[in-house]
């Protein structure tokens, strides 16, 4: 190594920095140009690294439903915000010298939820659904606690796609995968990376299905046919998909095959493609 730093840091740890573009700093890329440019370890990196993160986008990558930004408006419109401020209070009149005082000007008070059911707001997403009803019996909308609940549903939904893009992104970039590609009979691709007993499967351009009919893996060895899941299924199963599986170990081929919705225990129709492991 040349010893080159780049704002107090070893230029060679800042591969992968240059790979995605993750800069802190305007100066950065140019002095990591300027290293590149007599690196040729580094360059080598950069690029592998490169093409890593674009094969772990196109893998992972979903497209979200074309009702889903309809529903984030709707949702939001419908959903109570901050509660009105304390209004000013009126100025009291002047009292009289003597006689009965003359009552009070009334005061609005803003509704607000008993301590015990706004502690119940916190309550974990077990009791998601009893908190709809109790919000509800509170005097707040139903559109407000099912966004509650609709929240927990997002987050779940978030956190098994990132545990999903790190089980992908543990295959992909495991130095000792290997990558296969097959065209399937009736248009498409199948591609398949296989490392430690595990494959990510990636379809590209296959037919769409009709209602009730999906796509299923299969595992071809030397113990015969073993199904691996299902893949997409009816119109859909047009549009690109992703499939992480295991049990690939020992495997020759990898097939996919049409089948009803619920999938077969073994195949009813020929592979529409076979790719050789």
């Known amino acids: 190594m040349d010893g080159a730093t780049i704002d107090g840091q070893d230029a060679h740890l800042l ?20 290293h590149l440019a007599g690196c040729a370890a580094c360059r080598e ?6 093409e890593t993160a674009a094969a772990l986008a196109a893998l992972s ?50 509704r ?5 059911r706004r502690a119940a707001v916190r309550l974990s997403r077990p009791v998601t ?15 407000g606690a099912i966004g509650v609940q ?4 997002e987050a779940d939904r ?3 796609a990132q545990r999903q893009a790190d089980d992908v992104l543990a295959v992909v970039g495991d130095p000792a995968a290997r990558r296969a590609t097959a065209r399937a009979a009736h248009g498409g691709t199948a591609t398949v990376v296989t490392a430690r007993g595990r494959a990510v499967v990636r379809a590209d351009g296959l037919p769409a299905l009709a209602d009730g009919r999906t796509y299923q893996l299969w595992r071809l060895g030397p113990d015969g046919v073993t199904s691996l899941g299902l893949g997409a299924g009816g119109p859909a199963a047009a549009r690109s998909w992703t499939r992480l599986v295991a049990g690939v170990d020992g495997a020759d081929s990898l097939a996919i095959s049409v089948e009803p919705s619920g999938g077969s225990t073994a195949p009813t129709t020929d592979p529409v493609a076979v790719v050789h492991l």
């Open 15 to 34: 591969t992968g920095v240059a790979a995605l573009s993750a800069w802190s700093d305007g100066d950065e890329p140019v002095a990591f140009a300027t």
């Open 45 to 50: 990196e950069v690029r592998t690294l490169a």
């Open 61 to 110: 990558a979903v497209v979200p439903p074309p009702a889903l930004r309809e529903r984030v408006l709707r949702q939001v419109s419908r959903t109570p915000q901050d509660p009105p401020t304390l209004p000013t209070l009126p100025t009291l009149p002047t009292l009289p010298t003597r006689g009965a005082l003359p009552p009070l000007p009334a005061r609005p008070v803003p």
């Open 112 to 116: 607000q939820l008993p301590r015990e």
């Open 129 to 143: 659904v009893a908190l709809v009803a109790v919000l509800a019996g509170a005097g707040l909308s139903l559109a």
């Open 150 to 153: 609709q929240a927990h549903q």
């Open 158 to 160: 978030a956190a098994s």
